[in-house]
Structure formats: C-alpha cells, structure tokens
C-alpha cells in the first residue's frame, strides 16, 4: 500500500486569495492525482500530475485555476487560485499502488471560501 | 464514455443485517472495480479491488463481486455493525477511475 500524507485537512479562506494543498507520499510513483468533491458530489478527477513535465488537466478544469506542481516523484502541490465559494469542497491527491492497480487517497483538504 | 451508478443513494439498516450495495457501469471494457468507504469530510479508503479477470473478492465480512457481462458490481457486508456507517463509492475504469455518487450507510445499534 502507499501511505500519502496530504495539508491543510481543512481551511477557511476568503474570497480571491489562493490556496496550496500538498500531498507527500511515502513512496517514489509515476503519477499522482486531484481530485475535487463537491459538497454532496462524487470525486471528479481534476488533474494527473507526473514527474517533469507539465500536469494533464480535465476537460473543466485549467492550469491558471488550478496550478500543479510535481518536483519530484514523492511531492505534489495544487493550488487552489482566486478562490470563490463554488470552490468549497473537498480536494484529494491520490496514487497508484505499487502494482498500478489500487488507488490510494491521502485525508483530503475540506476547504471552505467565504 | 463510461458511466458509474450508484443505488441506493441512502440505505439504513439494524444492527447485525446482511446487506447488498449494488454499482452498475455503462462500458464493459472495464480494468478493474475498486470499492471505497468514505467517512463524513474524510479522505478514502480502499476496501476491495477487482480485476477485469477476476470475479470477487472478499475481505473480512466484506464480498465485492463483478459481472462485466451485464455491467454490474455489488458490496456485500455480512453481520453489519454501527462502524459500518459510511458513504461507499464503487470506481471503475480503464486508466482513470470513474466514481459513483455513493451509497451512504447507517447502520442502527
């Protein structure tokens, strides 16, 4: 299994200010994953983040909005810009397994924007 | 395009019943299923997995099964327990995993 270790669990912020969520897995993996949980909702994947180059982002959902970095094969930060209150939700970084099959989630980031 | 179902979407049970979460797909090209529990503002968990050549699998009082003939996935838990109480969300796909809304659980002491 592969252990991810992912901050702020949750945050208040207001309106237009921006946020970074990390996610720090305890193991080196190809690819990592966003996800954003709407209240109520299912997961919608956002982006899959790989190691040096640039993340590959949903239909709906783009780079200025939702900026990913990925220095190196055990870190990844999405930040959340300009927030408004249709961003509150909850923001999950995840990974493949070791074998590329199961998939693992970090707690979650429950944010909330006033 | 794939797509992930979910029924029920709500399910309250007494304490010790057997009870059955059903997930249904649209593309039978499917990888694998996985099935996650959910706790209220958490991160998940991953229960099961279920590969495209396999059936079933079973973990504790937990049964997931697979039918990719008639586009189907069901949750079995056996003696249910108030630590039961969860959302669980059936995933599947053929490189990014397409979630279901969930089925939420209560399961009455």
């Known amino acids: 299994s592969a252990v991810i270790s992912q901050k702020p669990s949750r945050d208040i912020c207001q309106r237009g200010t921006s946020l970074t969520i990390q996610c720090q897995v305890d193991s080196q993996v190809t690819m990592m994953f966003w996800y954003r949980q709407q209240p109520g909702q299912s997961l919608t994947l956002i982006a899959t983040a790989n190691q040096g180059s640039e993340a590959t982002y949903e239909s709906g959902f783009v780079i200025d909005k939702f900026p990913i970095s990925r220095p190196n094969l055990t870190f990844s930060t999405l930040t959340v810009s300009n927030m408004s209150p249709e961003d509150s939700s909850i923001y999950l970084c995840?990974?493949?397994?070791?074998?590329?099959?199961?998939?693992?989630f970090g707690s979650g980031t429950q944010l909330s924007v006033l | 395009k794939q797509e992930v179902t979910q029924i029920p979407a709500a399910l309250s049970v007494p304490e010790g019943e057997n009870l059955v979460l059903n997930c249904s797909f649209t593309?039978?090209?499917?990888?694998?299923l996985q099935w996650f529990r959910q706790d209220p503002g958490k991160g998940l968990t991953s229960l099961l997995l279920?590969?495209?050549?396999?059936r079933e699998q079973t973990s504790g009082r937990l049964n997931a099964s697979l039918d990719k003939s008639s586009g189907r996935s069901t949750l079995y838990i056996a003696a249910s327990q108030p630590g039961d109480s969860a959302t669980y969300l059936c995933?599947?796909?053929?490189?990014?995993?397409?979630f279901g809304q969930g089925t939420t659980l209560q399961v009455k002491p």
């Open positions: 593309d039978s090209a499917i990888y694998n």
């Open positions: 279920i590969q495209s050549s396999q």
């Open positions: 995840s990974v493949l397994g070791p074998f590329r099959e199961k998939l693992f």
């Open positions: 995933a599947g796909g053929g490189g990014k995993l397409i």
